[in-house]
Every structure is written in structure tokens, then in C-alpha cells.
Nanobody, 112 residues
Framework: VQLQASGGGLVQAGGSLRLSCAAS????????MGWYRQAPGKQRELVAS???????NYANSVKGRFTISRDNAKNTVYLQMNSLKPEDTAVYYC???????WGKGTLVTVSS
């Protein structure tokens, strides 16, 4: 099983990025999926999750700015991030609930 996260990069505050997590070796359609992030010196934290029936949940810090979605036909989960802030700087990881699979992560850096 591989979870390939992509779409990270350097962006100015107020900008947007779209992260993708493409899965192989597993059909994600029956699993809840999540995006987590870990900033330097901090613990990994939940950013957003989406169930197999598209129920979504967000951390308070990203509500109204981030949107998680999934495309089961493409076996991919997305995280649209708008109005980015410097405190969003972190490595972002995707996660498969129920299998405890982690992707390798993609770095997001937001400059002020």
C-alpha cells in the first residue's frame, strides 16, 4: 500500500494550495480518510477527515478555509487550502482509518 501526497510548496499568506493523496494497493472507497499535519516541534494533529459516506470533520483552526474531498474513481483524497496562514506551515500527511496507513507527507510553507 502506498499513499502518495503531493501539492505542497511555498506560498504567501492568503494564498491557496491543493493537496492530493493518491492511493495504490488499496481501494479507499470503503475507508474514512484523513489529513494530518505536523509542524516543527509540535505533535501531529488532525486537520480534516472524510468518511466513506462523505461526512466531513475539520479542526477548528481550519474551518471555513480548508475543504477535504474524495474521488473514489481516482482513488484520491484532496485538501483544498485557502486563506493560508503562516501557522499552517507543516508537513501534511494523509491517513487511512481502519488500516492505520500513513502517506510520506508533503511540506507546506506559508510565508508572512
Amino acid at each position: 500500500v502506498q499513499l502518495q501526497a503531493s501539492g505542497g510548496g511555498l506560498v504567501q499568506a492568503g494564498g491557496s494550495l491543493r493537496l492530493s493523496c493518491a492511493a495504490s494497493g488499496i481501494m479507499i472507497s470503503i475507508f474514512a480518510m484523513g489529513w494530518y499535519r505536523q509542524a516543527p516541534g509540535k505533535q501531529r494533529e488532525l486537520v480534516a477527515s472524510v468518511t466513506s459516506t462523505n461526512f466531513t470533520n475539520y479542526a477548528n483552526s481550519v474551518k471555513g478555509r480548508f475543504t477535504i474531498s474524495r474521488d473514489n474513481a481516482k482513488n484520491t483524497v484532496y485538501l483544498q487550502m485557502n486563506s493560508l496562514k503562516p501557522e499552517d506551515t507543516a508537513v501534511y500527511y494523509c491517513y487511512v482509518y481502519g488500516r492505520e496507513y500513513w502517506g510520506k507527507g508533503t511540506l507546506v510553507t506559508v510565508s508572512s
